[in-house]
């Protein structure tokens, strides 16, 4: 089989989220510890092979900086580029604009932004995340400088001056990162992380468990498929489980390999009330810190350099050089002002294929080779990865792997999934 690796070129200002491990400094690190990394279904301890390599105190419970993660990934394509020959395996840098189906043939053209066009028997979409939607009453101030849309524009993070207060919509993951960002020279700077709920993701444990591959869990075997159900039957088991001197951790981690069929035992009703009330709670649980950048977070927060505040943005307005930010506080109602120098989007992947506005992506929804799923998050895809179109059929050779998956799986966004579902796709390409 002739392959053909097409990566983007790094561009500002694009809303395509750029690899994400490769644009990372080594003071970042993974959320997930190396043992949970590795590219290989079939070599678990891959990853942290590589990383003995360089240095042998390197173990399946250490947070490895993300960057060196991204140095894993290239070196993997390194390899398998020089095992195939050039001629099998072709990395081409330059952006896909669109893909269509030739008439009367079952293969594709991809069309790249430079003029040129490939044809493909068989193409697989892998674009990854995109950068998050722009709140609607930001375009009081999205011309101004003040508002920087894409937390991953590295080169608009690096322009903000030491001292500058700094507001992150958003306490997730992404936040916290542009937060370390941001604080990384030990500038001490005021930031305030704006959420909802004012939630900020819980710490894993300095030396985590490896998790345990049984059944589907026994405490939700006979439980209606409701959200209200599963998690008044998950609480419980969590208590029981502490009562014993276990942690609930465990219990979260026991979950992850059948949460793909939970997805499934819900219907779209309960997907979307899970969506709406329950998954701020399930985010912090579920998508954990590395204990040294949880350690580094609690200091901000304790010292009152950080503050993370529950509550809906009402309204920006320009206030000279600054930014004032009116939020409404979710446990009091009660109205309040900030006034900052920057505000950093940091609401997470937009997944919403109606309001992705990549060439690319509006070329495949315009021209009906998309079907958006019924909760938003992402498109439909059979169990053969073969992207449905916008008339419910399974496109013969276009394939779809990455993050939008968790419209059909909920848990698919990290490497441990997305490895196992690029295994079983590459499979069903050899076919
Ligand atoms: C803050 C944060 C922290 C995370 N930490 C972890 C972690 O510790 N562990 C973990 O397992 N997961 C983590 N994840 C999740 C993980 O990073 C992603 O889900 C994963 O990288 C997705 O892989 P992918 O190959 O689908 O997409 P990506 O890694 O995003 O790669 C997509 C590639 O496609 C290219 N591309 C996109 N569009 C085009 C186009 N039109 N033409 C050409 N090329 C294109 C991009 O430039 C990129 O090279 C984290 C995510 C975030 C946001």
């Avoid at 005021?190 to 030396?207: A, F």
Wanted: with cysteine.
């Amino acid at each position: 089989m002739n392959l053909k690796v097409i990566k983007k070129h790094l561009v500002k200002n694009s809303n395509i989220a750029v690899p994400y491990f490769l644009q990372q400094s080594h003071n970042f690190l993974l959320n997930v510890p190396a043992g949970n990394m590795s590219a290989l279904t079939d070599d678990p301890n891959h990853f942290v092979k590589f990383c003995q390599d360089i240095d042998p105190a390197f173990n399946a419970g250490t947070f490895v900086s993300r960057r060196l993660y991204g140095d894993y990934l290239e070196f993997i394509l390194r390899q398998e580029t020089e095992r195939s020959g050039e001629t099998l395996l072709e990395e081409i840098h330059c952006e896909a604009i669109a893909v269509r189906q030739q008439s009367g043939d079952n293969a594709y053209q991809v069309d790249l932004a430079d003029g040129r066009s490939l044809r493909s028997d068989q193409v697989v979409l892998a674009f990854g995340h995109f950068s998050p939607e722009d709140p609607v009453p930001v375009a009081n101030v999205y011309e101004t400088g003040t508002y920087i849309s894409n937390p991953w524009d590295s080169v608009a993070l690096e322009r903000i001056h030491g001292d500058t207060p700094v507001a992150l919509l958003g306490a997730g993951l992404t936040a916290l990162d542009v937060l370390f960002r941001l604080t990384s020279n030990n500038d001490t700077r005021k930031i305030y992380l704006i959420s909802r709920r004012g939630l900020v993701p819980q710490p894993h444990r300095s030396h985590p468990k490896a998790p345990v591959v049984a059944g589907f869990p026994t405490f939700l075997k006979n439980v209606p498929p409701t959200v209200r159900a599963y998690f008044r039957a998950l609480r419980l088991q969590i208590k029981r489980n502490a009562a014993q001197g276990g942690d609930w951790r465990d219990v979260i981690n026991a979950l992850r390999p059948h949460t793909p069929e939970i997805w499934r035992r819900f219907s779209v009703a309960e997907r979307q009330k899970f969506l709406s009330r329950v998954v701020p709670y399930w985010d912090i649980h579920r998508h954990r810190l590395a204990p040294a950048a949880h350690l580094r977070l609690s200091g901000m927060l304790k010292s009152g350099q950080v503050e993370a505040i529950a509550g809906y943005v009402q309204d920006y307005k320009m206030c000279g050089e600054n930014v004032s930010i009116e939020i409404r506080e979710r446990h009091t109602g009660r109205s309040r002002k900030l006034n900052v120098g920057r505000v950093v989007n940091c609401t997470g992947p937009n997944c919403n294929i109606a309001k992705i506005t990549v060439p690319l992506i509006v070329q495949l929804r315009n021209e009906g080779y998309l079907k958006q799923d019924p909760n938003k998050l992402g498109f439909e895809v059979n169990d053969r990865y073969q992207v449905i179109n916008n008339q419910g059929h399974p496109a013969r050779n276009l394939f779809y792997v990455g993050p939008a998956l968790k419209a059909s799986y909920w848990e698919a966004i990290a490497i441990a999934e997305l490895r196992a579902h690029t295994r079983y796709l590459a499979e069903i390409l050899k076919e």
